[in-house]
């Protein structure tokens, strides 16, 4: 996963190098070239001085070395000179037992010359006349102090590069945090969706981010007025389909056809078939599944009227017990988590003596649903057969087994597993086991 | 026993009616929703069996609203509507018992006898039992110890309300109003004559004759 922090800094840092590499090596680049011509003006100024200390003497030219400056006397002075003349070459003391290299070109040499004791030199080269002969005069100066300085500014320059370049990823990681700032909180909330503790993201947000906040939003909303819609058109499917079945039960069920009593069991047989078949299919069809992100069911407020919806409907005097932890919320569709919990509290219903529990939990890996019944259970080498009986809906018992179809098709939608234990009651434990959510 | 039956299928509500009828009800059947709003506030209903998708008023606003003005006749919900979040909504606005479409008639019929004893405090009893007499509501017959008492329909339905009302003084007017539905005949003298039958069968002081006042059952054998 790619981090916008993470190359906002690479990007930066890789510009700050180059742009402040540039910039100091330009700049050292400069200075260096000032500092030589400047110098060279000196030197220039120090080889016609030198030419004027050329003299005629009784045997040709001498160096009047009382016109020389002190520091061509004194050994390894940092100035030096060389004079060629044909025949002739004079070398300043200073130079001690070096040689100042002569070169081709006239001028300010490109090159930094060998001097003594590891000194860099700048020499320049000026060619005369005197006294009708070639001259080349060679002046030299000790250029390390310079080089030193300049790596000494370098060096400085680096260090403070360094700092604000610190300094500027430092500035730059919290300019970047703050305008992602919005980012994160839609982040948030995205997982408060998914955990079913929001219905929709927060509208307050930078332009920039309004457009994708108002399409998940918008997304959101058609997502659930579309199920409700297919859940409102299966819902009228099933009414103009149920009503004529009843119609057709009822019919089957006449004073007449009780002579025919083959006729009678085949219309009922048939007439079940069409009920469950569409029953099963109309169920699994409304089922939510995964698709609406910010649907929950809150289970303090559900299931004391799921409960006392069963004690109506079984009049029995059974002792239906629900534990599920106070504010407890199970990020599904309120529907299909009814759908779930009416279907398995109803079978446990029919087959209890006296008492149905069920027991609601979070886990590390997401929730798991147990109910327990007192009743004759599911002998255990049974228990697989009748987990897989509704697979296909020809394998069903009419009317019977524990219809646990709808059931299954739900922990199905949901990426979950069900699973038939002995209960501690005496009797059936269904045990379903629920993901969290996975994250988008 | 007398039955508001609230059904915009024709056909259902056809089969239905006869159903009833021949299990010893007096049905009186509407298709719409605001007839059924206030007929069943107005009518002394035993029992009323609602369809929720109702033309002119949903069945659910129908119930909220006889709920509201007090009305406490059991009210049976018939829908094909099946879901639990509905069943819940349906018992929230005062059902007394849902049925999912489609159904077995025979599931009605004992749908609506528990119904019945239930609203008179014979919750646990699975037949209507009273001084000494049961009550076989299929058979339409009456045990009293090992002798079976065979009864004609309109005398099966006279002794069925008696027995749900042991001990009260019932009017013939209050008879009337349960034993017919809206639009047939009343005519007290044919109680008399269906009580003095009873009378015959079971003993002249199974029902006494309070003057002025009507009848009360006491199951009396003397």
């Given at each position: 996963m790619k981090s916008i922090q993470r190359q906002l800094s690479i990007g930066l840092i890789a510009m700050l190098l180059v742009v402040g590499l540039l910039l100091a090596q330009t700049s050292v680049w400069l200075f260096d070239k000032s500092l030589r011509s400047y110098l060279q003006s000196g030197l220039e100024d120090e080889a016609q001085t030198l030419l004027l200390a050329l003299v005629r003497g009784p045997e040709g030219i001498l160096l009047d070395s009382t016109r020389l400056s002190a520091s061509y006397q004194r050994p390894y002075s940092g100035h030096y000179f060389r004079i060629d003349a044909p025949g002739q070459t004079w070398r300043s003391r200073s130079l001690w037992d070096s040689e100042l290299k002569p070169s081709s070109t006239p001028g300010l040499q490109q090159a930094l010359g060998d001097g003594p004791q590891a000194q860099k030199l700048l020499t320049y080269r000026g060619d005369y006349q005197r006294f009708g002969k070639p001259l080349s005069i060679y002046v030299a100066e000790d250029y390390t102090p310079v080089l030193k300085s300049v790596r000494r500014v370098q060096q400085i320059g680096l260090a403070m590069g360094i700092a604000a370049l610190f300094v500027l990823l430092l500035l730059q990681r919290w300019l970047v945090h703050r305008a992602l700032r919005p980012l994160e909180q839609t982040r948030k909330q995205i997982a408060q969706l998914q955990q079913g503790q929001r219905a929709e993201l927060d509208n307050e947000v930078p332009e920039e981010l309004l457009p994708l906040v108002g399409q998940i939003n918008h997304l959101l909303a058609h997502t659930e007025e579309t199920l409700k819609r297919s859940r409102n058109a299966?819902?009228?499917?099933?009414?103009?389909?149920?009503?004529?079945?009843?119609?057709?039960?009822?019919l089957a069920s006449r004073e007449e056809l009780v002579q025919l009593p083959e006729i009678r069991k085949?219309?009922?047989?048939?007439?079940?078939?069409?009920?469950?078949?569409?029953?099963?299919?109309?169920?699994?069809?409304?089922?939510?599944?995964?698709?609406?992100?910010?649907?929950?069911?809150?289970?303090?407020?559900?299931?004391?009227?799921?409960?006392?919806?069963?004690?109506?409907?079984?009049?029995?005097?059974?002792?239906?017990?629900?534990?599920?932890?106070?504010?407890?919320?199970?990020?599904?569709?309120?529907?299909?988590?009814?759908?779930?919990?009416?279907?398995?509290?109803?079978?446990?219903?029919?087959?209890?003596?006296?008492?149905?529990?069920?027991?609601?939990e979070t886990t590390a890996q997401g929730y798991c649903i147990w109910v327990d019944d007192d009743g004759p259970g599911i002998a255990e080498e049974k228990r697989s057969e009748v987990l897989s009986r509704g697979i296909r809906l020809d394998e069903q018992v009419s009317g019977h087994g524990l219809g646990l179809g709808i059931v299954r098709d739900i922990v199905e939608a949901w990426g979950g597993s069900i699973e038939l234990e002995q209960s501690d009651l005496g009797g059936l434990r269904v045990q379903i086991t629920l993901p969290i959510r996975p994250h988008i | 026993?007398?039955?508001?039956?609230?059904?915009?299928?024709?056909?259902?509500?056809?089969?239905?009616?006869?159903?009833?009828?021949?299990?010893?009800?007096?049905?009186?059947?509407?298709?719409?929703?605001?007839?059924?709003?206030?007929?069943?506030?107005?009518?002394?209903?035993?029992?009323?069996?609602?369809?929720?998708?109702?033309?002119?008023?949903?069945?659910?606003?129908?119930?909220?609203?006889?709920?509201?003005?007090?009305?406490?006749?059991?009210?049976?919900?018939?829908?094909?509507?099946?879901?639990?979040?509905?069943?819940?909504?349906?018992?929230?606005?005062?059902?007394?018992?849902?049925?999912?479409?489609?159904?077995?008639?025979?599931?009605?019929?004992?749908?609506?006898?528990?119904?019945?004893?239930?609203?008179?405090?014979?919750?646990?009893?699975?037949?209507?039992?009273?001084?000494?007499?049961?009550?076989?509501?299929?058979?339409?017959?009456?045990?009293?110890?090992?002798?079976?008492?065979?009864?004609?329909?309109?005398?099966?339905?006279?002794?069925?309300?008696?027995?749900l009302h042991p001990g009260r003084i019932l009017s013939k007017s209050h008879l009337a109003d349960h034993l017919y539905d809206g639009e047939s005949e009343r005519d007290s003298n044919v109680i008399e004559v269906h009580v003095n039958h009873l009378r015959r069968k079971l003993g002249r002081d199974a029902i006494e004759t309070r003057r002025g006042q009507g009848y009360r059952f006491t199951g009396d054998m003397a």
């Open positions: 299966l819902g009228n499917l099933g009414h103009a389909m149920k009503t004529p079945l009843a119609v057709l039960f009822s085949n219309l009922e047989d048939q007439l079940e078939q069409i009920e469950q078949r569409m029953g099963r299919e109309l169920g699994r069809a409304r089922l939510a599944g995964d698709v609406l992100p910010g649907a929950y069911f809150d289970c303090d407020r559900e299931l004391p009227s799921l409960v006392s919806t069963l004690a109506m409907i079984h009049r029995r005097d059974i002792n239906l017990q629900w534990h599920a932890k106070p504010g407890l919320r199970l990020a599904r569709d309120r529907e299909d988590v009814l759908e779930l919990l009416g279907n398995l509290l109803d079978n446990a219903c029919k087959w209890a003596n006296s008492q149905v529990e069920l027991r609601i | 026993m007398r039955l508001l039956l609230v059904e915009d299928h024709v056909p259902l509500a056809d089969e239905l009616v006869a159903s009833l009828s021949r299990q010893g009800y007096a049905v009186d059947w509407l298709a719409d929703g605001r007839d059924a709003a206030s007929q069943g506030a107005v009518e002394p209903y035993d029992l009323v069996i609602l369809d929720l998708g109702l033309p002119g008023k949903p069945g659910l606003e129908v119930l909220q609203e006889w709920r509201a003005a007090g009305l406490s006749m059991p009210v049976l919900v018939l829908t094909a509507r099946g879901s639990w979040s509905e069943r819940i909504e349906g018992l929230k606005a005062g059902a007394d018992d849902y049925m999912s479409k489609p159904f077995h008639p025979e599931e009605l019929q004992l749908r609506i006898q528990s119904l019945l004893r239930r609203a008179h405090g014979l919750a646990n009893q699975s037949h209507i039992e009273a001084a000494g007499l049961r009550l076989d509501e299929s058979r339409q017959c009456v045990h009293r110890g090992d002798d079976e008492v065979d009864l004609t329909a309109a005398e099966f339905r006279l002794l069925r309300y008696f027995m």
